[in-house]
């Protein structure tokens, strides 16, 4: 078993739909969760971080961790064409354990 | 506030070759970290630098690499001899504190191994 599974997608959306997207991981050890948001070339690109269980908001970005569940969630509203991405979750402490990356396109 | 810098961006080499990676973090991070790529598979943790101390160097394939960062500034990995499988994209990142929350990632350097 993967320490964080992630759905690879791909993922479709029309453009104004709001993204969930998931992963769960393993080891309760864990204490930070991010998402990155990866395009095509480029290197992942820290979009949310959180320290234990909670939400968090910045803009249309909403992360979510449960430990409880050991699940690990980022929603994005209002979706636009640029927010076309692989989204990576990744937990960990120091080192992080990263999922596959989900695809999305969203569409115009 | 320049980011982190890797090159080169792209290297093809033969089988056996040599290649030597760099990689120029955000200036005053003390925390840098080499993550690999390949094919198909999740990015995955290669070692940890503290300034020029080797924290964690766990996730290191074999003894054919090795890291260095001389001064505790930039970093180099290198790859001798090269293998197939060495093949996959490179990644560089770093930050200010080890528990930071989050770290800053370079492009990364696209190795291809023929």
């Known amino acids: 078993q993967k320490e964080v599974e992630q759905d690879p997608g791909p993922l479709s959306v029309p453009e104004g739909a709001i993204v969930s997207l998931n992963c769960t991981y393993s080891?309760?050890?864990?204490?930070?969760f991010m998402w990155y948001r990866q395009y095509s070339r480029k290197g992942p690109e820290l979009l949310m971080y959180t320290y234990s269980s909670g939400n968090k908001e910045d803009g249309r970005f909403t992360a979510q961790v449960d430990k409880s569940s050991k699940y690990i969630s980022l929603f994005i509203r209002d979706s636009q064409p640029s927010d076309s991405a692989t989204y990576l979750c990744?937990?960990?402490?120091?080192?992080?354990?990263f999922g596959t990356g989900t695809r999305l396109k969203v569409l115009a | 506030e320049a980011g982190v810098t890797q090159f080169p961006s792209h290297s093809v080499i033969e089988k056996g070759q040599t290649v030597t990676l760099r990689c120029d973090p955000i200036s005053g991070h003390d925390n840098l970290y080499w993550y690999r790529r390949v094919m198909g598979k999740e990015i995955k943790f290669l070692l940890h630098?503290?300034?020029?101390?080797?924290?964690?160097e766990s996730g290191m394939p074999n003894n054919r690499f090795l890291a260095e960062r001389t001064g505790g500034t930039y970093s180099t990995l290198k790859v001798q001899p090269a293998e197939l499988e060495d093949s996959g994209v490179y990644f560089c990142?770093?930050?200010?504190?080890?528990?930071?929350?989050?770290?800053?990632f370079g492009s990364g350097t696209r190795l291809t191994v023929v």
């Open positions: 080891n309760s050890a864990f204490q930070y």
């Open positions: 630098f503290v300034k020029e101390s080797k924290q964690d």
């Open positions: 990744a937990s960990g402490t120091y080192k992080y354990i």
């Open positions: 990142a770093s930050s200010h504190g080890e528990l930071s929350g989050g770290y800053t």
